[in-house]
């Protein structure tokens, strides 16, 4: 039998060319695999037929969207996961649930090669094969554009010598990537850091509107999960996408900001990302209610350290499983509601409660009712403060 290659399929010009390209190239069969993970572009069944029409030997889809919610965005959504304080992940997250599926697939339909469509300069490529490697050790992977100098042009030149089923639609000045987490823009105009993006770039958000009514949300938790709107139960993917619409139409989560790249290079890079803001927003801010105050520090320090785990592509790796056990176990106190505020191209949370609040009135009040011993505090700081004080005597030379 003629050895396989599986491709991560889009259906876009790029991925479509490297099914004939990779044959050419190589001699093997290649196997499409297109996973929804709620991108909401083409249907689907289109896609998968026309990998078919540019020469796979077989196409799969396959809808990913519930498991993608649950398994993936979820944890960081308990994660609070913003790398560097601002872009949750988009791509980041979809590239291991892919790679899952490119090795199953691999060994299902007898593959020995993974290949993916990135170029030689991003991030994906290190995700796709850095997840392959830990999941599908014997498989090879290649890279069209970065390893068969599969250009734009030459792609361009050869769907139109080839007769490939590409509708050449109004080119994307921009390189996009979308799922249901959020969408990625990049290159082009953009590539000016100076530049402000142009009208007509988001598609996920509206231009938020001071003038618009404020909608509020109540959104409720169980063990660090979003469950409900408004006393509603959702599933995690319904959730997402609800929370998409009601924040995006109050234009919540445009993101503009300077990424480091793994590979070393700084890039300027817009998100839209309403459902992931809003809700990492609530979220927090249960936790702040929730947890024990080192806990909170230390589980502050964590996320930033899984947001980067997951950023360089290190999904399945033993440190990102390890910090997702310490994160499980923080969340089982977190249940509650959130009310929040999304207004503006903000969201704000307005009030929180909570069964398993550490929150104590009687504690925190400055009224009648006050438990707190306020004769205490007096000893406490002088045991607090007297590390700061021999360090004092010492650096004043009175020791
Ligand atoms: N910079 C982001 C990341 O590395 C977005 C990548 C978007 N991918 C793309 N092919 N346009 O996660």
Not at 22 to 43: P, S, Y
Not at 369 to 394: N, T, V, Y
Request: one cysteine or more; aromatic letters at 8%.
């Amino acid at each position: 039998m003629t050895e396989r290659v599986v491709l991560a399929y889009s259906g876009g010009l790029d991925t479509s060319v490297a099914i004939g390209w990779l044959k050419d190239a190589t001699g093997k069969d290649v196997v499409a695999l297109a996973i929804d993970v709620g991108q909401a572009g083409e249907d689907m069944e289109r896609v998968r037929r026309r990998a078919l029409d540019c020469g796979a030997v077989e196409s799969v889809v396959i809808d990913a969207q519930e498991e993608y919610a649950s398994d993936y965005l979820m944890p960081a959504l308990k994660a609070n996961a913003l790398y560097q304080k601002r872009y949750p992940l988009v791509s980041a997250l979809s590239r291991p649930l892919i790679s899952k599926y490119l090795v199953q697939t691999a060994r299902e339909l007898g593959a020995d090669t993974i290949a993916h469509g990135c170029t030689g300069k991003g991030n994906d490529q290190v995700r796709f094969e850095a997840a392959c490697a830990a999941l599908g050790p014997e498989l090879k992977a290649i890279a069209p554009v970065r390893d068969l100098a599969l250009t734009r042009d030459k792609a361009i030149e050869y769907a139109e010598a080839n007769k490939l089923p590409i509708e050449q639609t109004k080119k994307s000045p921009y390189s996009v990537d979308q799922n249901v987490w959020g969408r990625a823009i990049e290159s082009g105009y953009l590539e000016d850091p100076m530049n402000a993006p142009r009208d007509g770039i988001y598609s996920y958000t509206e231009d938020p509107d001071p003038s618009k009514t404020p909608t509020e949300v109540m959104i409720g938790f169980e063990q660090g999960v979003p469950v409900s709107i408004d006393g509603v139960r959702k599933t995690p993917i319904e959730m997402v996408r609800e929370m998409n619409a009601l924040a995006g139409a109050q234009g919540v989560g445009r993101i503009d900001m300077v990424e480091d790249r793994l590979v070393g290079i700084k890039s300027r890079e817009i998100y839209e990302a309403p459902a992931a803001i809003a809700l990492i927003e609530a979220h927090e801010h249960l936790e702040d209610m929730t947890l024990e105050r080192d806990v909170l520090r230390m589980k502050r320090q964590l996320e930033a350290e899984w947001s980067n785990l997951v950023y360089d592509g290190l999904w399945f790796g033993g440190l990102k499983q390890s910090i997702d056990a310490f994160v499980d176990h923080t969340q089982q106190y977190v249940t509650g509601e959130v009310r929040l505020q999304l207004h503006n191209g903000r969201a704000t949370v307005t009030g929180r409660r909570s069964a398993q609040s550490l929150y104590d009135f009687e504690l925190a009040t400055y009224e009648t009712g006050d438990q707190f011993d306020q004769s205490h505090a007096k000893g406490f700081i002088e045991l607090w403060s007297m590390p700061s004080k021999i360090a004092a005597r010492r650096a004043q030379g009175q020791k």
